[in-house]
Every structure is written in structure tokens, then in C-alpha cells.
């Protein structure tokens, strides 16, 4: 056993000079010219949790920051004074304003979002039709990637208001616990694409009247749809049409212009991940897919990673790899079974088995992908439910 | 023996991140015993389960998968997977109910596959449903399939789970006739059956807990059947209790490891710091057991049956799953 052993995992890994660099979140939170932090990433790896470590943090360095969440934990969400799912920034009570900075959050509600576009769009009573339109209902709060698409379209407005009066500097959005990490991506495309497709266009042809358009081809087609849903749902589809048929350049200008906002040079993305190979490798094809769309990818966040607990970083010669604990654990409680070293070593063996895989999990990441800067954030004990949670989060992010 | 003899259908739930397809292998491999056959589905595209079993992407049919875990008496049934994906379910619901050759690849010329699948309310749930539905109804399956003792289902996270299965009910307001509303109703039939049970999967953490119990509100509140709830990543329990409780107040005789590490021959590594990290490692440990054993009351809380999994430092491979099973079954949840 020698000493001077490289430590191994994603936390040793950080600014070693081996592999991809460092993430630099405070240079990334500190330059004025990032206006917009998006973090995404699969469900359950802690991306709200990011979001409002990272905008706190911001913010007590002076930034004048909005958070967008989707679905925060209750208690983190009473700590931050946003219970309440109506669309209205609030400000975060508690934060250090010394340095000159804001933080206010808000807590997206998808519904309330796309009825405020079509409201935008279409004058009263039209907007009150398409509202009351079954379709539309349905639409605006069951569809899958609905709630992708307006946290985009809201994280627009947000921005263009905020550049246009100045309340804020810096916008840092959290993105829905999708299946997959690409669906926010591709909702607002999907979406557009199908409110002024060909389908659509089909659909609305009997409602428009001439019947020459039935030709056998479409009349079979429509039939294979009015077997399928029933005809009631594909009148109201028609009707819905019908009224949001004027409407459809408006979304999809908008989808255009969010798309746009995205490449924007101000515009960074934060892939939030577990050191986990399902996590990761959402991770993977989302950072591939961002350089696909030329969409500026500022790094990779790895929450939960096992770690040395903290106060016992000593020399690299007073850690054992997996075995030597294992080895060492076992001739210990051969002298007495019930031994609180052997346990010890066992739990030490333990977390170094998981330090390793997530080592090798991360590496593997970075060998296909060397130019993405990683940051890897130890497990906290508990959950973060305040700020003083938060900024703990927000202190290990910029750590590493 | 099991907790749920009579349960055909078992539906594994969980928030995001808490092992739930991982629990679902397992519990079809349980499952799967003296002979009996089990399927194994996913519907949310992952190819999940063709990872944890390291075989090919599955297609969309029933492939063997692998052998269960043998029962008391040796013998071992099979397993079978089912990867089921809207598109697919779509173009063999139109072909079986309607005959639709040509007008199903009409449909997908003009995007109506996508359309369906993809965006019109409730219709992929349902396509999904309908699928797992024709697998495990009673009486047999249609067309000569394969009957399965036991369906084991990767479901959609707890948050979408209620509308995932109840789907039938959102959407039967829309379609007030229809094929797909009587095919509904037949679903919903045995969704809220005895022959199903819905189980969640948790760890022991204040969200995934928080969320297991409103699951379980949500799931009862729609007449869903409530299974059990199934705590994966469970922290290994090398300290007695009264080592724990010294770990977590810094108490623990440093002495005596120091002395213990070098009868090991760890001296050298004693002296470098080694009794320091194991002493931080045990408290680390204590304080995350002490937070484990809250929630753990929590769960106990819920009124259902519980069953405990250990977390893997290793990682879940294929031996592992057979060592998940072989719990999950000591435990009576198969």
C-alpha cells in the first residue's frame, strides 16, 4: 500500500489537470454577460435544487436575479415565499443583499401560461371561445410536453421584460422532470409544428366547407381519426382549429424567437446529472444535442456523488481502495465479530466502491465528451429546505 | 406465502430516481418461480430494462429475457420483456381493430401517428395501457399471446401514475363514444381490481417519502389499488446501535481503532489519518441512519407493507438483481 495514491471519483478528478476542466460556476454567475442559466437534466438528480442554489448564489454576488422553477419540494418552496402556483415573481426573503443584489422566484403554472398566449393573441371573444374549447383544455393541461413548451415561452417573456425594464439581470430556469432530458428541446417545435401542420390543415378542411378538398385519401383518413378518438373529440378539435387558426403564426414566431434565445450568447446551459449510467447518459445525448442546435453549453453538474465526508480530507495515504478496506475490515473482526473498526472499515470500504464507479461513470463521460467543464457536488446528508441549505449547495457547486 | 397471491398485475411506481425500474426486474424475477411466467414491460422508451439485463434493444414483441429466481424447490420460472412503445401500439390497435393496411401508412404520411401518439390528450396513455391491458386481462389473450401468470409493469413516476392508468376516465370525457371508450371501461375494469396492485417505490429521504404519501392519497382518491411500498437504497447497517449513537456524538474510542488498525497492519496509515476518515465516516454514516430511521417511521406510517432493499455501492448488475429478488421474496412481497 503506498502513499500518494490519486484519490479516485469525480471528486478527486476536479482540477487535477487530467480530463475535462473544471466547472467555474461563480465565473459563470459573475460575468455580466450571462443572462440566462438553464439547468436540465432526467428527473430526480436535483435540477431544482441547482437552479436555486446557483440563482441564490448569484444573487449575494450582487446579481439581480428571477428563479423559474417547475415543481419544488414544499418546504423549499415555503422557504423561498413561492407556495403559491400563480405565475407572479415574488421576492426571496432572507437573502443577503450586501453586495447590491435581488432574488426573486416564481413557481411556473403551465395552464395559466398558454392561456395568457392565446389572451395575447386573440382578441376577447375569440380568446374566450378557444378557452372554453374541450380541446383546448385538454391541451393546455394534460399534454405531454405542454409544460415544456411554456416554461420556455415563460422563461421568454421573463427575459424580454426583464431586458426591456431592467428589474433583472439574470434569469435562471429550472426545465419540467421530463422522461427524457431532450423533451423541452423539441416541445415547442413538436407543438408548433402541429398547430399549423398538415394534419391540422386537414382537419380543418371540412370545417372550412368546400368539399372538394375530401378527396378519397383524406375522407379515409379522417375516418380512421373519428374511429379512433370518436367523433365529438374530432369536432371539437375542428372548432378548436377553427378558432385558433389565426393564432398559429403568432406560436410559431414565438417558438422561433425562444429557439433563438436559446443560442443566444448570453444563454448558458447547466446539464445537471446523478453519477448514475442512466443519468449520464441523458446527460450525454443532451450535451450532444445542445452542440447539434448550437446552443452554448456551459458544463455539466454531478449532484450526489460520494464523497470523504467533509473535516477528514487528510494526506491521500489515510484513504484504502475498496479492497484494502475489505481486506483490512475482515482481519479485524476475525479478532472480535462485533468491532466498531471492522464496521468502520466496512463503511469505508463501501463508499469507496461507490467512489470509484461514479469515478469511472463520470470519466467515461468525459472521454466522449473531454470539452465540457464538470463540477461534482457531494451528497448532503439531509434535504435543502432553506437558504442557509441553499447556499450550502451553492457553496459546493463552486467549489467542486 | 406472498402478500399478493391474487395480484396479476403489478404496477411499479415511483418518483424519479428511486430504482423503480430496478425494483420491477427484480420483482419479476421473484415472480418468477416453479415454473411460473412472468412479463416484464416498459412503456417510457428507455430500453431500461434491455440495460439491466445486458441483451439487445428489445422490439416490440415479447422476447424471453432470462430464468427467475429458482424457488424453494429449485425450480425457476421464466421471465419475459415487453418493450412497448405508442407508435407501434397505435399501428397494431388500428390493424387489429380496423384492419387498416393502407390507411395506416396513409396515416402516418400525414402525420397522424405523431399526432396520436405524441400530442392528442390522453391517446398514448391509452395505447400503453391497452397493450399491458391485452397481456394481462383475464381469460387468456387474443390472437394465440402467451398467458402470463404475473405482469410486472415499469410504470410512469408517481406524479403522472394516476393519470397513466386512469387515463381511461380524462379521456372518456372527451370521447363520449368510441372504440377506445369501451376498451376503456374494460381497462379501468381491471386496473381497479383485485388482480392489480399498484406499489411505490421510495428511498428513505424526505421528498421521495413526501411523495410516496401523496401518491398513495392520489392513487386511492382515483380507486386505484394501493400495493405495497418498497424502500430501495437502504444504507448498510454495519454499526450496532450503540456504535451509532457514539459515531454520531464523536464519541467513539479513538483509541481503540488506532489500535485495532495496527493489529491489521495498518500502522502507517493509522499515523497518515486513516482513523481520523473512519471516524468522520462513521459519523457521516450515524447522522444519515438517524435521518433514514425518521423517514422509515414515516413509511410505517403509510399503513401499507413495506419491504427493504439495500443499496448496492457497486452498482445494480445482473447478479444483483437476482440478490434484489431473492429479498424482495424473503419479504413476501412475491
Known amino acids: 500500500m503506498s502513499r500518494g495514491r490519486p484519490r479516485v471519483g469525480p471528486l478527486a478528478r476536479t482540477g487535477d489537470g487530467t480530463g475535462a476542466d473544471a466547472l467555474d460556476v461563480d465565473a459563470l454567475i459573475g460575468d455580466p454577460a450571462t443572462r440566462i442559466v438553464v439547468c436540465c437534466g432526467s428527473g430526480g438528480v436535483g435540477k431544482t435544487t441547482t437552479s436555486a442554489a446557483l440563482a441564490l448564489r448569484a444573487a449575494e454576488q450582487g446579481r439581480r436575479v428571477v428563479v423559474l422553477t417547475i415543481d419544488p419540494a414544499r418546504r423549499l418552496a415555503q422557504s423561498m415565499g413561492i407556495e403559491e402556483l400563480d405565475n407572479t415573481p415574488r421576492p426571496v426573503v432572507g437573502i443577503d443583499d450586501a453586495a447590491g443584489g435581488a432574488l426573486d422566484a416564481m413557481m411556473l403554472d403551465m395552464k395559466r401560461t398558454f392561456d395568457e398566449v392565446v389572451e395575447s393573441q386573440a382578441s376577447g371573444d375569440k380568446a374566450a371561445q378557444i378557452l372554453a374549447n374541450p380541446f383546448y383544455v385538454a391541451l393546455s393541461s394534460s399534454f405531454a410536453g405542454t409544460q415544456e413548451y411554456m416554461a420556455m415561452e415563460k422563461l421568454g417573456q421573463v427575459h424580454r421584460a426583464a431586458e426591456a425594464d431592467g428589474t433583472y439581470d439574470l434569469v435562471v430556469v429550472d426545465t419540467p422532470p421530463s422522461r427524457s432530458a431532450l423533451d423541452f428541446l423539441d416541445a415547442p417545435e413538436r407543438l408548433s409544428s402541429f398547430l399549423d401542420g398538415r394534419f391540422i390543415r386537414l382537419l380543418l378542411a371540412p370545417a372550412r366547407g368546400p368539399a372538394r378538398f375530401m378527396t378519397a385519401g383524406v375522407g379515409l383518413v379522417t375516418g380512421a381519426v373519428t374511429k379512433l378518438i370518436g367523433a365529438q373529440v374530432l369536432r371539437d378539435m375542428q372548432t378548436f382549429v377553427a378558432a385558433f387558426d389565426t393564432l398559429f403564426g403568432g406560436f410559431r414566431a414565438r417558438a422561433e424567437r425562444t429557439f433563438a434565445l436559446l443560442q443566444a450568447d448570453g444563454t448558458a446551459f447547466l446539464v445537471v446529472a446523478a453519477p448514475e449510467p442512466d443519468a449520464l447518459r441523458e446527460a450525454a445525448y443532451f450535451t450532444e444535442r445542445l452542440a447539434e442546435d448550437a446552443m452554448p453549453l456551459a458544463g455539466l453538474v454531478v449532484n450526489r456523488c460520494s464523497a470523504v465526508p467533509t473535516g477528514a480530507e487528510g494526506p491521500d495515504g489515510a484513504v484504502l481502495s475498496t479492497d484494502e478496506a475489505t481486506t483490512a475490515a475482515t482481519r479485524v473482526a476475525k479478532r472480535d465479530p462485533v468491532s466498531v473498526t471492522a464496521g468502520l472499515l466496512r463503511l469505508h470500504a463501501d463508499r469507496a466502491r461507490a467512489v470509484e464507479r461514479e469515478g469511472r461513470l463520470v470519466e467515461r463521460f468525459s472521454a466522449a465528451h473531454p470539452d465540457v467543464p464538470v463540477v461534482a457536488v457531494p451528497a448532503l446528508a439531509g434535504d435543502v429546505h432553506d437558504l442557509d441549505g441553499l447556499r450550502e449547495v451553492g457553496r459546493l457547486l463552486a467549489d467542486g | ?334
Open chain 2, 1 to 334: 406465502m406472498s402478500d399478493w397471491p391474487d395480484v396479476r398485475l403489478h404496477v411499479v411506481t415511483g418518483k424519479g430516481g428511486t430504482g423503480k425500474s430496478t425494483v420491477a426486474a427484480a420483482l419479476a424475477l421473484a415472480l418468477a418461480y416453479g415454473g411460473r411466467d412472468v412479463l416484464l414491460c416498459e412503456v417510457e422508451g428507455r430500453q431500461g430494462i434491455a440495460r439491466m439485463f445486458d441483451v439487445e434493444p428489445l422490439p416490440y414483441e415479447e422476447r424471453r429475457l432470462a430464468t427467475g429466481l429458482p424457488g424453494r424447490r429449485g425450480r425457476a420460472g421464466t421471465v419475459h420483456a415487453l418493450h412497448v412503445d405508442p407508435e407501434s401500439a397505435l399501428l397494431e390497435y388500428l390493424a387489429m381493430y380496423y384492419r387498416l393496411g393502407r390507411a395506416g401508412r396513409l396515416l402516418d404520411r400525414f402525420g397522424v401517428v405523431d399526432f396520436a401518439t405524441t400530442l392528442a390528450p390522453g391517446v398514448r396513455d391509452v395505447l400503453l395501457t391497452g397493450k399491458i391491458y391485452e397481456a394481462a386481462k383475464p381469460g387468456g389473450r387474443r390472437g394465440g399471446g402467451r398467458a402470463y401468470d404475473a405482469v410486472v409493469l415499469d410504470a410512469p413516476p408517481t406524479g403522472r401514475i394516476v393519470q397513466f392508468l386512469g387515463v381511461s376516465s380524462e379521456l372518456a370525457g372527451l370521447a363520449k363514444v368510441g372504440p377506445i371508450r369501451s376498451q376503456s371501461d374494460a381497462m379501468m375494469g381491471l386496473f381497479r381490481s383485485e388482480a392489480t396492485a399498484v406499489h411505490l417505490t421510495t428511498v428513505l429521504e424526505e421528498m421521495p417519502v413526501q411523495e410516496t404519501a401523496d401518491g398513495i392519497a392520489e392513487l386511492r382518491e382515483a380507486g386505484l389499488p394501493v400495493g405495497g411500498v418498497v424502500v430501495d437504497q437502504v444504507r448498510p447497517r454495519d454499526l450496532g446501535d450503540e456504535h451509532l449513537a457514539a459515531a454520531a456524538a464523536g464519541t467513539l474510542d479513538r483509541e481503540l481503532v488506532a489500535h485495532d488498525l495496527r493489529a491489521a497492519g495498518l500502522a502507517e496509515e493509522a499515523d497518515a489519518g486513516l482513523v481520523d476518515v473512519l471516524l468522520a465516516d462513521g459519523r457521516d454514516h450515524a447522522v444519515r441512519r438517524r435521518l433514514e430511521d425518521e423517514q422509515r417511521a414515516l413509511v410505517a406510517d403509510l399503513g401499507r407493507p413495506a419491504y427493504e432493499l439495500p443499496r448496492l455501492a457497486g452498482g445494480v448488475d445482473l447478479g444483483g438483481l437476482y440478490e434484489l429478488a431473492g429479498l424482495l421474496r424473503e419479504q413476501g412481497m412475491a
